[in-house]
């Protein structure tokens, strides 16, 4: 695909959702709610990247092992999406899309950690010849618009390691920890830029909302192939869990802020989504789960956060999907 119909595309215009409430704290990738299909996965994606990113943060941070060790986690994430997550659900379809973009936002959170780190244990930036050349490279490269995801960071990350790579296999530059250095800092750009994004709950629902559009801008059409599906219709739903235990807290008329709060534990909110494809008319369906919505609803109605201003989540549905 190329780059700049990759980036070039945004999905706004009338509002079909409320919103309300903020809160703070949470990571990106802890849902309150799972995937319907393949959170396993997700989950056992997690395990190891926490592994790896341990290893990472042992002090002393330097810019060569932390390099490498960046780049071989990136490396493992595509062969685990090649090799684990497409035999079981499509990277081109809505649940193997939400599936990589859960690792990728995995990614995003924990990378930030191990860059912060790396800054702090080494406040002296390397400003030699690798770096220079690594810094034309880069500044050649664009940004996606608007909201800035985890996949996003994933695949600049993964932009800028090819990057790197240009500027090491230049022997007569000689400088291999210039590189290793500035693709670190430039990597902690990224990740500065992932955590405004993501700064709360209500930033990250907004996300996750546009993560929708992106998720119909990636998928292909199983019939005829067309990458690329648009919104035919999307309703938000609430499901309540059925256990005894939460049907006697959701029935309960306690007013109490502990009672409110149990409530919200039993509750589920999702985006339910009816797309077509624009070239033979196929129609397909899928869930989102969203979590950051309850966080929003259950700060709301505990009275801790105003709603936020909901001009963020405008979405058209008439299908101006953008380029193609
Ligand atoms: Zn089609």
């Known amino acids: 695909m190329k780059e700049r119909s990759l980036w070039g595309w945004a999905c706004l215009g009338l509002a079909t959702i409320v919103v309300a409430g903020i809160t703070s704290g949470a990571k990106a990738i802890e849902p309150g709610d799972t995937l319907e299909h393949g959170q396993d996965l997700v989950d056992r994606a997690t395990t190891k990247i926490d592994e790896l990113v341990a290893q990472m943060r042992i002090p002393p941070i330097r810019a060569e092992p932390t390099y490498r060790q960046i780049r071989y986690l990136l490396g493992w994430s595509l062969v685990y999406a090649d090799s684990i997550v497409a035999p079981h659900y ?3 379809q809505p649940a193997g899309l939400l599936i990589t973009d859960g690792i990728a936002d995995t990614i995003a959170t924990r990378l930030s950690w191990v860059v912060d780190d790396f800054v702090e244990q080494n406040p002296e930036e390397l400003l030699s010849p690798g770096r220079q050349a690594l810094e034309l490279l880069i500044a050649q490269t664009q940004l996606p618009p608007g909201l800035f995801l985890g996949f996003h960071l994933h695949r600049m990350a993964l932009v800028y390691a090819a990057r790197a790579d240009s500027v090491l ?7 291999p920890e210039g590189v290793y250095d500035g693709y670190i800092r430039r990597l902690r750009d990224l990740t500065q830029l992932y955590d405004q994004t993501h700064v709360d709950a ?3 629902y907004f996300c996750r909302v546009k993560q929708e559009d992106w998720i119909i801008y990636r998928t292909r059409c199983t019939y005829c192939g067309h990458q690329g599906l648009r919104f035919r219709d ?12 939460c049907q006697e807290i959701l029935r309960s008329r306690d007013a109490s802020p502990e009672a409110i709060d149990q409530r919200f534990d039993c509750r589920h909110w999702s985006h339910y989504f009816t797309t077509v494809c624009p070239e ?4 397909s369906e ?4 969203l979590p950051f919505y309850r966080t929003l609803q259950r700060r709301m109605a505990l009275g801790l956060e105003e709603p936020p201003d909901p ?3 405008m979405r058209d549905m008439g299908g101006e999907g953008g380029e193609k």
């Open 90 to 92: 499509p990277l081109d």
């Open 234 to 245: 999307q309703y938000s739903e609430i499901t309540e869990d059925s256990s005894a235990a």
């Open 280 to 283: 033979c008319e196929n129609t």
């Open 169 to 175: 296999a230049d022997h007569a530059l000689a400088d």
């Open 202 to 204: 209500a930033n990250k």
């Open 286 to 289: 899928f869930r989102v789960p």
């Open 311 to 313: 001009s963020m989540l």
